[in-house]
């Protein structure tokens, strides 16, 4: 079984940052991709960026220089540092753990964390 606990989230001002956190347990190694996804109230689920177990990562073009994705293997952990922060990125963001990485591109596993808030508002 794979565990994903995810902590940070909450509420900032449109321009802040906020950073979260994932750590990964049970039959997962460094050696596997991980995802960042969120979804936001009437929206669908959107994959945010991702990054391999080869460190490769990939974004959305809505978060494009602005987000950054990391991962600390010592720790089991992947971040998700979120700069100048706007108002369209509320949503619920969810962490992805062991998916399927090819040609930069992500693809789920059934593997998710419990789900952080974030809200961008002033």
């Known amino acids: 079984q794979v565990q994903l606990v995810q902590s940070g989230g909450g509420l900032v001002q449109p321009g802040g940052s906020l950073r979260l956190s994932c750590v990964a347990s049970g039959y997962i190694s460094s050696g596997d991709a991980m995802g960042w996804y969120r979804q936001a109230p009437g929206h669908t689920h959107e994959l945010v960026a991702a990054?391999?177990?080869?460190?490769?990562?990939m974004y959305a073009d809505s978060v494009k220089g602005r987000f950054t994705i990391s991962r600390d293997n010592a720790k089991n952990t992947v971040y998700l540092q979120m700069n100048n922060l706007k108002p369209e990125d509320t949503a619920v963001y969810y962490c992805?753990?062991?998916?399927?990485?090819?040609?930069?591109?992500?693809?789920?596993?059934?593997?998710w964390g419990q789900g952080s808030q974030v809200t961008v508002s002033s």
């Open positions: 990054i391999s177990g080869g460190g490769n990562t």
């Open positions: 992805n753990g062991k998916g399927t990485w090819y040609d930069d591109r992500y693809w789920p596993s059934p593997r």
